[in-house]
């Protein structure tokens, strides 16, 4: 579903403040591949997904989705392909406006303009069905504003969004980062069961060592610009905290153990 071929990507070239972000990184997704990825500071997550999402272009390399080479689409062009879900609950919704627009644009993500932009009857049942799946309580508040919503009832409204067009590839870039822990749990939960119900090709970024054991079936580790692990479901079943840790250590030094965020 997601084949990434030998991409590489520096920041401000030929400057004192060069980095190599992405190094020749290979990767592939079969349909339904639930793919978590860690790594510390700087390891090149986001810019693996930015990349991938059409944010930044690469330097080299290739990209295709379902077989559709996307390496020189722009960003919107990618849109209808990837739906994404960002750390920050202020992003992926618009505050101003209600529940249902934000659900009646996400409906119409990757499809062709319409002059018709309010919502039928079957549309709001649509609608009423799906935020009954989040368990919380948004199904009656439909002509809410979305700002008033907390950053759990955003994140999982915005999870909801940006899976509701049945894309081809999700991304989560630390999406349960910015909420408190039982908050992060629901939605992490919520991840799982639409993703498992649309069988959704995902990458999901963390920076929790047991989140990324427990969810998905698969897991990858960055550092350096690559990807120093890729553990399949088999082993990953079998692993604890304790053992990634350990196979960081033989493989990239004690320098990347002592990264904090890494521990968290
Ligand atoms: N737009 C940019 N301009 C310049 N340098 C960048 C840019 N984006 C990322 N970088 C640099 O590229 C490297 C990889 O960054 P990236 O954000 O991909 O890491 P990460 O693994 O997501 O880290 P974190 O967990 O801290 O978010 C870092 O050194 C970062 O400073």
Redesign the pocket.
Known sequence: MLRIEKISKT??PNTI?E?I?LSDVSLHLAPGDFVTVI??????????M?CVAGT?PVDEGRIEIAGTDITKWPEHRRAKYIGRVFQDPMMGTAANMQIEENLAIASRRGKRPTLRWSSTARDRDRYRELLAGLRLGLEDRLESKVGLLSGGQRQALTLLMATMAEPKLLLLD?HTAALDPKTAEKVLSLTREIVARQRLTTLM?T?NMRDALKFGNRLIM?YG?KILFDIPEEKKKHLEVKDLLAMFEQAAGSELVSDS?LLS
């Open positions: 920041f401000n403040t980095k972000a790594g510390g500071n700087g390891a090149g997550k986001s810019t693996l930015n930044y630390e970024i920076h960055m610009g965020l």
